[in-house]
Nanobody
Framework: QVQLVEIGGGLVQAGGSLRLSCAASGRTFSTYTLGWFRQTPGKEREFVAAIIKNGGTTSYADSVKGRFTISRDNAKNTVYLQMNSLKPEDTAVYYC????????????????WGQGTQVTVSS
């Protein structure tokens, strides 16, 4: 089992940058695929990015390609989401998630979730 805690959300102007971090407990962090999702009120949780166990494969939603970068540091049990060129439509609660399988864009594949962190992008 793994516990996830996201930090780094906040308020930023359009065009700005933020870096989210997700720290995980446990000694098996490197065996998990990690993902970032986001959610706005009244909408389903939306895939943002994912990274495989060794960091060799990543996947991004089309809406964030070229602007967001997912990375991980297995020595620090942490996964990051660097968000650049932020847009008001990126405003959401961002969640970190983990699974022991494939890089997946569907929330149902993920077994563990953090509590979320709010990102607000002002126009």
């Amino acid at each position: 089992q793994v516990q996830l805690v996201e930090i780094g959300g906040g308020l930023v102007q359009a065009g700005g940058s933020l870096r989210l971090s997700c720290a995980a407990s446990g000694r098996t962090f490197s065996t998990y695929t990690l993902g970032w999702f986001r959610q706005t009120p009244g909408k389903e949780r939306e895939f943002v990015a994912a990274i495989i166990k060794n960091g060799g494969t990543t996947s991004y939603a089309d809406s964030v390609k070229g602007r967001f970068t997912i990375s991980r540091d297995n020595a620090k049990n942490t996964v990051y989401l660097q968000m650049n060129s932020l847009k008001p439509e990126d405003t959401a609660v961002y969640y970190c998630a983990a699974n022991r399988g494939i890089v997946a864009a569907t929330a149902a594949y993920y077994d563990y979730w953090g509590q979320g962190t709010q990102v607000t992008v002002s126009s």
